[in-house]
């Protein structure tokens, strides 16, 4: 088949693994460049230099600048690139595959169209997140009731364990600043977790748009993602955050998600997982494939770059 390696991007091996880099890096207030293959952020601080291939998700708060050379590393590289607006409420994001085969946005879409398989799907993303309630059998309507217990019961759960006064959930799209600190602090990890489930997706190569939990979004299957570690993770680090104050919730959501995140080795997981949910069980040389073939009317892959003219294809 036609190897496309020869646009001079990075191969899959040179490349550092989603699993082992740094979560997210939150920037704001300073110009981002690159320097060979590093990005800079230079601020009134000074220059400091960052490995692009390091970052899982480069979070580019208000008053950043970026250069085209500097998203050009950052797309090579395989990290997403998210601009968060005022208070870490608006989101945009970019990126491109590390893998090279379309393996697993294969997988996805198989499982995606058919109505038995995207249910059974459904369920096993509900398995992980509440291994000890087995959803085997339920429907849709009963699967979001379930999850509608579980989480106000980890909203209870958590504000006894921080002392956090716990109300309901509340979020103002147009007044961030109207919740109260836990609902800020659930609202700022729920980003955060979004841009990192984003950006182990987009380096998978999955389609982030056909989700099997949420639906009609063109991040449905990131938004399903980022859900699996809501309870666990992103919850918890919203209320420590906000029994340490009401003042700038947000960053100390951002702080505590991260090391949350680093802990629980979320990245590795989070692309497993997407693995075992899609039960794709090709090898990482499979991924790395950086071919282009041809598909035949019986279902074979043929070799692309020739001219078949009348030969039988099967």
Known sequence: MTAVSKRGASSPRELTRVGD????LYLERCAVHREDNAITATDTDGVTHIPSATIGTLLLGPGTRVTHQAMALLGDSGAAVVWVGEHGVRYYAGGRALTRSSGLVEAQATAWANRR?????????YRLRF?????SGRTRQELLQMEGRRLKECYRRESARTGVRWV???YHQDDFSAADAPNQGVTAAAQCMYGVAHAVVAALG??????FVH???????????ADLYKTEIAIPAAFDAAAAGEDDVPTRTRRALRDRINRARLLDRCAN??????RYEASEAALDADHVGLESDGGRLLTSGRNYGDEPLW
């Open 21 to 24: 880099r740094t979560s997210f």
């Open 117 to 125: 398989t995207r249910l059974e799907v459904a369920r096993d993303m």
């Open 131 to 135: 291994p000890d309630d087995d959803p």
């Open 168 to 170: 309901r959930r509340e």
């Open 206 to 211: 999955c389609s982030p748009g056909l989700g």
């Open 215 to 225: 639906s009609g979004h063109e991040r449905s299957f990131v938004l399903d993602i």
């Open 273 to 278: 997982d997407i693995k075992k949910l899609l």
